[in-house]
């Protein structure tokens, strides 16, 4: 990665979490030609300890200890964890620092920030990039190139942390989009929990059938692949957004009946048609 870090506002960065994304935030951040420090903190010791070893993280530090220091604050937790360390912080920040976080699921921690008067300089940000493997060894440089990442105004006061926010996301190689925190919620519920929520029920399908996951062809490879994801991150995010996840549901449970019904009849046209439809909107 070539793009050159000299415009960004922050020297000293932080990361509170090294999974896949904290981790391959702070790997793309140190990959610029002028890297910030990084400070970070992980649950695990070992990840930690590989990070520095690594040096991509140049002080490792308590999540306390990284808000009262760095310009830049990234919460790369699940969103629990994250509201938890926003109240638990309030009077640590210094008072020119850029707050953020990474989760999937926006309301709750715009939220609790706007209720800190976090207004000035909180952005929610989601980036659309990842993958079914999680931790440390997962992350790299190039997880950002290209992907688009979803950022959450609170309000206009926070005009220049948003300004702050894309150029970080624009200097790793994301494209930052601005989009209020309910209509993102919505949004990923379909285009993110409802694809997650299919592979994980079409694996236990699978599962439970007594086929093995070795006995699967390429499509059966891709369809399930994000079944792999981890359970506790995925139980906390559902939950965060299940009063958006009903009609996602329901729409895939009527698309299911549709197609049995199909099958069930032999109706190779109601069939043929099924398929066309799904094939045309995702040439699109």
């Given at each position: 990665m070539t793009t050159d870090a000299g415009s960004l506002p922050f020297r000293r960065i932080g990361v509170v979490g090294l999974g896949l994304i904290g981790g391959s935030l702070a790997r793309a951040l140190r990959a610029l030609t002028s890297p910030p420090e990084i400070a970070a903190s992980s649950l695990d010791a070992a990840e930690l300890e590989a990070a520095v070893a690594e040096g991509i993280v140049q002080r490792p530090a308590s999540p306390a200890r990284i808000a009262a220091s760095a310009e830049l604050v990234i919460y790369a937790t699940p969103p629990a964890a994250t509201r938890a360390f926003l109240q638990a912080h309030a009077s640590r920040w210094r008072e020119d620092a850029l707050l953020m976080d990474v989760g999937s699921v926006k309301r709750g921690v715009v939220e609790q920030a706007r209720a800190l008067g976090l207004g000035a300089r909180f952005v929610g940000a989601h980036p659309m990039a990842g993958g079914e493997r999680a931790g440390w060894a997962a992350a790299r440089a190039d997880l950002f190139a290209g992907a688009r990442v979803w950022l959450t105004p609170l309000g206009p006061e926070g005009e220049a942390a948003m300004r702050a926010a894309e150029l970080v996301w624009r200097a790793v190689g994301a494209r930052p989009l601005r989009i209020e925190a309910e209509k993102h919620d919505r949004l990923v519920a379909w285009t993110s929990h409802l694809p997650q929520i299919t592979a994980t029920a079409l694996a236990a399908a699978i599962a439970a059938s007594g086929f093995p996951a070795d006995a699967l062809g390429p499509g059966g490879r891709d369809a399930t692949r994000l079944a792999a994801?981890?359970?506790?991150?995925?139980?906390?995010?559902?939950?965060?957004?299940?009063?958006?996840?009903?009609?996602?549901?329901?729409?895939?449970?009527?698309?299911?009946v549709k197609l049995t019904e199909a099958v069930r009849a032999r109706d190779g046209a109601a069939i043929h048609e099924l398929f066309t439809h799904a094939a045309e909107w995702r040439s699109r």
């Open positions: 994801s981890p359970a506790a991150l995925w139980e906390e995010i559902l939950l965060a957004n299940a009063d958006l996840l009903e009609d996602p549901l329901l729409a895939m449970e009527g698309a299911l």
